[in-house]
């Protein structure tokens, strides 16, 4: 099977600004790349079956029809998609009513152990006596 | 017998479908809970004898021919799998029930939680049953929206914050996931893993090796391998005590089950042996060291958790039979520990007010109960003999040894090395949490008091899954039987494909 | 011999009940159970017994045990030692002291352990009880856990015979690879040879001499000296610190004549002898003292075993008796000094000797049995020493030989100065003690008589003692244990030996002051130190805390392996065409445009709306493909998404924060069309490569014929995959609940979700349109419009089997229609429009779903299997049925279930939440 070269351009862009927009820290816009790199998946399955028409018995004859199981796996992917989008979003609102913003904050505990590492110190808990005779 | 393979995902299913009407009546939902899962402890084990008895049970969905619709397949690797977990899964909702009861719904609305627990189970099933790639794909999906429900659930601070870095690191290896099973349905046009294993031998090998890999990442990030496994320790140790357990010893495993089924059975002896080996090595490493470097018990197994995925790593990159065998014992041993651990430090914050390990002290003298209900687990993860954490590092080191070849011997050395520093990271948890003098002030109340009492249903699951993961050493030869024949099959892919295939069009 | 460890287990188990039941007497029944081990194998003197059960035998791991000499002699001294320490630490503990009861339950336990370890026939199962008593050792050391010292001295213990102990499996693994079985027995019988011998010998003794506290690990020992006394003088002196060397003798026969082992151990037996003699010389605390004789006795042992000849075996096994007996007595001893006086220190001793005559004699007896003057063991098994040396046919004999008789000196001098500091009278200074009760004097009192009648009873000791020498190849006359020989070269070095260590004790003022070259202890601390560094360090860099750093590395792992992968093997297709019809480009250029400006937008809404409209684009492709229900259902999803997003945005500031730093930026970007690439790529060459035809070839007739339904993919999504539709609505369920518990947190909260007529009033905001915040005109519209919606939406599920539509697309127009009666008039108008709680019809619908599923099992079909049935109706006509529109109604429930839900969280209850926030 030939590729077309169109899907497959498609599939690039959309991966691309998918991967920009989840690498950013405000969820909103980790929340429009996931949705941007889904559709860049479904294009790419949809690339991986047969162009034709709607696979509809009757409409189309069977050897002329559009691969339909491509077309099965992409609509259960959207409509997960959806899901995850509305949880996402909760998500993010969630956290601006916490902190006043939907930014995604660091972890604490790495942080202080990074600090640890920058001022050359083991790790922070020493098993000092308990008589303080240590 | 073939009725039986279903089950395991339609019970929990109907059970969370029962427990979303009964939001109410939250005695109605335990009862339903309990019911479903106790069933599917019943049903996985009925069905790891069968599948031992006659063979590997294949069910075709709708009676679909393979393979047009989809297969489930029960062979006694899954079927093992679906023992443990249910075992294990079943332990935690009764600890998890105990701990709702005794604080009641104030910042966890069980009323959530019953049904997402259910479906997290479900799909935990479906991925071990799951004979049909873009089935497995649909498992993960399942367990995974159920875990991001469930470790936020409450909506606390610190949990949105560890939730967000998780589910979005889970989004991402879905894609992957996703991307990869449309790769491979374009280069192959199929689905079902047995035709798969025909077709792609029949592909170049550079476009195996990329199908090979994609699919490695996406399970690798949530089998947390390094360099994919940081979001793990940030994420795991801020939920519910429960649900850190049930996470720390399933839905990793998950993802090494996934690992373990590809290679075998769809990319067998492909290049990527060695890379799993390297792998291995630095996440043993890598992650044993990061634990010894936490100064919180939660922390500190988590990446003892990350750790010991290496060792499951180095069976499956070994590729032989004994590996492969103590790979999937050291998941079982794994599994069950981890898992217990977790709830021990549930219990420890309970009774001690904290899990940072500075403000721990005395609990030895405290609770000798709670002493011995970490002492034994800790051993047995840090693989002191006679526990199975050492059988199965033993299984590995001598099929490491036996393999041969520098890198085989640089495993066995790292995973002896490993071995060591798990001992001196749990010996510190011990020193400071358990025979030091209290700290806290809660902790000196609790010793005048003779400390809050914990809940009968919190302890009794625990004690019992400590039990179960010593009960391990005991049925350690039968259960190596089991895991070699799995093994076997696995390394030999036909008794896999042909019992698909017999249930094709004829 | 397995129930004996079985019957330490059980006195273990039921240890602190008796405790807590007998008070400090209960230690006595405790003793019990290794007294029981002592008869047992006293009644097996001279004969050889083996036991064996299976474990498993996969990694070659049985429980073999087996008994021949070697193990009697040790059997029968851990077990008697072991019970005679019991019985003598009912008196050292006072009444009800801490712990006692986990005392008595560890240290039987360990009794128990260790005789597993000496009669072990499985390497593997040697180690297990190896492990076993190091574990032990560290709970017992720390019996006060306190104090840190305890606990660090216990730690330390514990990780230095661990890294051994792990090495010596290494080891066992190699040799028994090379012997093909773990059994040591079977690899005595026939002894493998070459092949990576040599390095499983070094491991082995790497584990051995670690155990022994040979240097360079002796510092482990002193240090573990924090224990209660009992518990040195049974682990530090008779039990534990004896493995390594037992391993060595148990070896020595077979694996002495391999390169490595000999030097290996000669060289740090005789080191470890002399420093830790020369240290032992400088300590005032007695037990301190005692502690160093130990490690110096532990290196004359492995030397002298190491010598591995016939006449060396039988020497070191004299010696290995002679010493567990007067060293446990000396350090039972030095704790009942330390108990009655509370002093250790020899400088505060004064006039014990005339207060406490039957101690004081106890002590020269077991003291006389440690300088090795005859008749006593210590003399019978020096002697044998010097001359298995002195008639040594190997090279270096003599030199050990020399460092065996200064060791030796070096003993008389620091057992004179223990007696001496112990007991003697010094000016200025007395020592007030109590009488000592006669039933805590016994148990030391039986070891030191033990040592001397042994001592006499050399001979026919000796006789048995034979049976395990000659498992040495033989070579040169055949030595046999005597206290006396006649006037040998021997004897004539002991005398000097006695004399020069009298000499030296005399003189011990003049010694020059030279400690230990180095402090083991100090290394140990340094290299945890250096690793907790190494930890923190590593850790630091690759535990970053932030999430795109995490999806930065996962995506730069894409991009190198799969990249790589791409410019390498992938095989590129040589023919690809442009497009199927050129519209598609036109569609394309449209969603990359989109895409484009959606990641440059800087305000949320601007940028929902593109990404929106790249989904609308996508759309469009899928109609162009030939895939109608994809477009169908992605137009709705797209919409649904968008009215979701601005319900919440509404909430959130227009524009996003500040961005980040330009590098960063370019980083990002550049990692963007990176990641891209290689997906378009790996799409490029995954498409290229497929020949065989797809499983979906026969789809249509199947969907028709088994299906009955002329749309395939609604035939695909509700009969040949209805298992994936399950699990996916599963997931919706599960994500719809997640966005009540995100939204709703409490449980009575949550109660809102069945929804509560609100106050009249929509939605705060630019959404409602007047002040009252609500339009009369708007919401008559959509009441009207709303069943016409509702209507067309269950048209949609039930044509779908034969045309586009189906339950995802039904469900969604229902939703969609709920929106708007939502926009419309808020809480109020959607509560009217749907009055029931958004779980329900979750539930319900998964029930339908996965009820048709069971449904069909339960009519004898597999799971989720469909019939067809046409019947014909009077006056209806023809009706066509599939069961699979049941699951498909379920999928419809679930559908509205969700955006009902996702309406009344994200929608009512943020209003309200808002309104109350104010």
Not at chain 1, 16 to 24: K, M, P
Request: net charge neutral; aromatic share 8%; proline share 5%.
């Amino acid at each position: 099977m030939s590729p077309n070269l169109t899907y497959v351009v498609v599939v690039g862009v959309l991966f691309a600004a998918g991967v920009i927009l989840l690498l950013e820290r405000t969820l909103t816009r980790v929340l429009m790349g996931v949705v941007l790199l889904a559709n860049g998946v479904n294009v790419l399955i949809l690339a991986g079956g047969r162009y034709g028409g709607p696979p509809i018995v009757g409409t189309t004859p069977d050897d002329e029809m559009s691969d339909p199981l491509p077309q099965a796996m992409i609509l259960t992917a959207i409509v997960i998609t959806l899901g995850l989008t509305a949880f996402l979003l909760a998500l993010a609102y969630r956290s601006w009513r916490l902190v006043g913003q939907d930014e995604v904050q660091d972890d604490i505990e790495d942080r202080r152990i990074i600090e640890l590492a920058e001022r050359d110190e083991g790790p922070e808990v020493e098993d000092v006596d308990d008589e303080g005779t240590s | 017998m073939t009725a039986l393979v279903p089950l395991p995902v339609v019970i929990p299913l109907l059970g969370a479908a029962v427990t979303l009407t009964l939001t109410r009546f939250p005695q109605a939902q335990r009862l339903v809970s309990l019911a479903a899962l106790s069933a599917v402890l019943g049903v996985a084990i009925a069905l790891l004898v069968v599948v031992c008895v006659d063979g590997t049970q294949v069910v075709a969905v709708g009676a679909w021919p393979v393979p047009i619709g989809i297969v489930l397949v029960a062979d006694q690797f899954s079927a093992l799998m679906l023992v443990v977990s249910a075992a294990v899964t079943l332990c935690v909702l009764v600890y998890s029930i105990g701990q709702g009861l005794a604080d009641g719904s104030e910042d966890t609305p069980l009323s959530i939680y019953h049904p997402s627990y259910l479906v997290l189970t479900a799909g935990v099933t479906t991925a071990f049953l799951s004979g049909d790639l873009f089935n497995l794909y649909v498992g993960f999906e399942i367990l995974l929206v159920a875990s991001y429900v469930l470790i936020t659930v409450g909506g606390t601070e610190d949990r949105i914050r560890a939730g967000t870095t998780y589910v979005v690191v889970s989004l991402l290896s879905s894609v992957l996931f996703l991307t990869g099973v449309g790769l491979v349905y374009a280069a192959a046009g199929t689905l079902n893993l047995a035709q798969l294993a025909g077709r792609l031998d029949a592909l170049p090998d550079g476009l195996r090796l990329m199908l090979n890999c994609v699919l490695l990442l996406a399970f690798g990030i949530k089998a947390a391998v390094f360099p994919l496994s940081a979001w793990l320790p940030d994420s795991y140790p801020t939920a519910l005590a429960p649900v850190t357990a049930v996470f720390a010893g399933l839905l990793t495993k998950v993802g090494l089950y996934a690992i373990i089924r590809v290679e075998t059975l769809l990319f067998p002896g492909g290049p990527t042996r060695d890379l799993l080996l390297v792998l291995a090595l630095l996440t043993m490493l890598v992650g044993i060291l990061g634990a010894i470097a936490q100064s919180d018990v939660k922390r500190l197994l988590s990446f003892t958790l990350v750790s010991h995925i290496g060792y499951m790593l180095f069976g499956i990159g070994l590729a032989n039979e004994l590996g492969v065998s103590s790979a999937i014992f050291y998941v079982v041993h794994h599994i069950t520990i981890q898992t217990t651990l977790f709830l021990v430090v549930g219990l420890v914050e309970r009774y001690g007010g904290a899990t940072a390990l500075d403000r721990l002290g005395g609990l030895a003298a405290l609770s000798p109960l709670l002493g011995v209900l970490f002492f034994v687990p800790a051993m047995n993860l840090a693989g002191i003999p006679p526990f199975s954490g050492f059988l199965g590092k033993l299984g590995l080191i001598e099929a490491g040894a036996s393999a041969g070849g520098g890198l085989r011997w640089a495993l066995v050395a790292g995973a002896l090395a490993t071995s060591l520093l798990t001992l001196y990271a749990v010996a510190r948890v011990w020193n400071l949490a358990f025979w030091r003098k209290p700290v806290t002030t809660r902790a000196e109340a609790a010793q005048t008091e003779g400390g809050p009492a914990l809940p009968r249903l919190m302890v009794g699951s625990t004690i019992a899954l400590v039990v179960l993961g010593v009960a391990l050493t005991g049925i350690a030869g039968p259960l190596f039987d089991l895991t070699g024949d799995a093994a076997a099959d696995l390394l030999e892919r036909a008794p896999y494909v042909d019992a698909v295939r017999g249930e094709g069009i004829r | 011999m397995l129930v004996l460890v079985g019957v330490h287990a059980v006195m273990a188990v039921v240890a602190p009940g008796l405790v807590r039941w007998l008070g400090r007497r209960a230690l006595y029944v405790v003793a019990l159970a290794p007294l029981a081990t002592l008869c047992w194998a006293l009644a097996r003197t001279n004969d050889t017994v083996t036991e064996s059960y299976t474990w498993v035998a996969q990694l070659g791991i049985d429980l073999d045990l087996r008994m021949a000499t070697l193990n009697w002699l040790l059997a029968v001294l851990v077990a008697g030692i072991g019970a005679i320490v019991l019985a003598y630490s009912v008196r050292y503990f006072p009444e009800g002291q801490q712990g006692l009861g986990r005392y008595a339950a560890v240290f039987v336990a360990f009794a128990g352990a260790m005789f597993g370890l000496v009669v072990a026939d499985n390497l593997f199962l040697l180690y297990v009880f190896w492990e076993l008593t190091t574990v032990f050792s560290y709970l017992l050391i720390a019996q006060d856990p306190t104090r840190r010292a305890n606990r660090w001295a216990a730690t330390q213990a514990l990780l230095v015979t661990t890294l051994g102990g792990l090495a010596m499996l290494a080891g066992f693994v190699i040799l028994g690879q090379a012997a093909g079985t773990y059994r040591w027995s079977e690899i005595e019988a026939n002894p493998p040879r070459g092949g990576h011998l040599a390095a499983a010998v070094v491991l082995i003794l790497l584990g051995a001499l670690s155990k022994s506290a040979i240097f360079p690990f002796s510092f482990w020992l002193p240090s573990a000296m924090a224990a209660p006394t009992p518990v040195s003088a049974y682990l530090h002196a008779a039990a534990m610190v004896k493995a390594g060397v037992f391993l060595v003798a148990l070896l020595g026969p077979t694996l002495g004549a391999d390169p490595p082992w000999r030097p290996l151990l000669l060289a740090t037996g005789v080191l470890t002898m002399l420093l830790a003699g020369w240290t032992a010389l400088r300590q005032h605390d007695l037990k301190l003292m005692l502690a160093y004789g130990t490690v110096s006795q532990l290196g004359l042992l492995t030397a002298v075993f190491g010598g591995s000849s016939r006449n060396a075996g039988l020497a070191g096994a004299a010696m290995l008796l002679a010493h567990a007996l007067f060293k446990s007595t000396l350090f039972l001893v030095v704790g009942i000094i330390d108990v009655t006086t509370g002093t250790r220190d020899l400088r505060e001793l004064s006039g014990l000797g005339r207060r406490q005559p039957a101690l004081a004699a106890i002590a020269i007896l077991a003291g006389a049995s440690m300088a090795g003057l005859p008749p006593f063991m210590g003399f019978v098994g020096k002697e044998a020493a010097f001359d298995a040396f002195l008639h040594g046919h190997r090279t270096g004999d003599l030199a050990v030989l020399a460092g065996l008789v200064i060791g030796s000196t070096l003993t008389v001098a620091y057992t004179l100065r223990f007696l001496w500091g112990a007991f003697a009278d010094k000016e200025g200074k007395t020592t007030t003690a109590p009488p000592i009760a006669p039933d805590w004097l016994v148990w030391p009192g039986i070891l030191a008589v033990a040592g001397l009648a042994v001592g006499a009873a050399a001979k026919p000791l000796g006789g048995s003692l034979d049976r395990y020498a000659d498992l040495f190849p033989a070579e040169g006359a055949a030595y046999h244990l005597a206290v006396w020989h006649g006037f040998t070269g021997p004897l004539g070095l002991s005398v000097l030996v006695l004399v020069a260590g009298g000499a030296l004790f005399y003189y011990r003022h003049r010694l020059p002051r030279l400690g230990l070259p180095f402090d083991g202890s100090a290394v140990y601390q340094r290299v945890m130190n250096g690793l907790d560094r190494l930890a923190v360090e590593l850790t630091g860099a690759t535990q970053r805390g932030s999430l795109p750093f995490y999806l930065g590395v996962i995506l730069l792992a894409l991009v190198a392996g799969l990249g790589g992968i791409l410019i390498g093997p992938a095989p590129w297709p040589d023919d690809a065409r442009a497009w199927d019809t050129s519209l598609q480009v036109v569609v394309a250029v449209g969603i990359v445009v989109a895409a484009v400006a959606a990641v440059r937008a800087l305000r949320r809404l601007t940028a929902m709306v593109l990404v929106g409209l790249s989904g609308y684009g996508v759309a469009v492709l899928f109609i162009l493909h030939g895939a109608p229900d994809l477009a169908l259902t992605q137009f709705l999803v797209e919409t649904a998404t968008i009215v979701m997003v601005v319900l919440v945005l509404r909430r959130l500031p227009a524009k996003f924060s500040e961005r980040t730093i330009r590098t960063s930026r370019l980083g990002r970007i550049a990692l963007g069309i990176a990641v891209g690439v290689v997906a378009a790529g790996m799409t490029f060459v995954a498409v290229g490569a497929r020949e065989a035809t797809p499983v979906s070839a026969i789809f249509p007739e199947l969907a028709v014929s088994f299906g009955g339904g002329d749309n395939v993919v609604n035939v695909v999504l509700v009969d040949i995959r209805a298992w994936d539709t399950m699990g996916e609505i599963s997931v919706l369920v599960v994500a719809a609940t997640g966005v009540a518990s995100l939204i709703f947190r409490r449980t009575e909260a949550l109660q809102r979700r069945r929804g509560v007529p609100g106050p009249a009033g929509g939605p705060p905001g630019w959404l409602g349109a007047g002040p009252s915040g609500q339009s009369i005109i708007l919401q008559v519209v959509t009441r009207l419009i709303f069943h016409a919606i509702v209507l067309f939406s269950v048209f949609l599920l039930f044509s779908g089997h034969n045309a586009p539509g189906g339950g995802f697309a039904g469900g969604l127009v229902a939703g969609l229609a709920l929106t708007v009666r939502y926009l419309a008039g808020g809480q109020a108008e959607l509560t009217a429009a749907a009055p029931i709680d958004a779980g329900m019809v979750l539930g319900a619908g998964l029930i339908v779903s996965v009820g048709t599923g069971v449904l069909a099992m339960l009519a004898g079909g597999q799971v989720l299997q469909t019939a067809i049935v046409d019947k014909h109706l009077p006056v209806l006509g023809d009706l066509h049925l599939v069961t699979s529109i049941f699951f498909d109604i379920g999928v419809y429930l679930v559908v509205v279930g969700l955006m009902l839900d996702i309406l009344r969280s994200l929608g009512a209850e943020i209003d309200r939440q808002e309104v109350a926030a104010g």
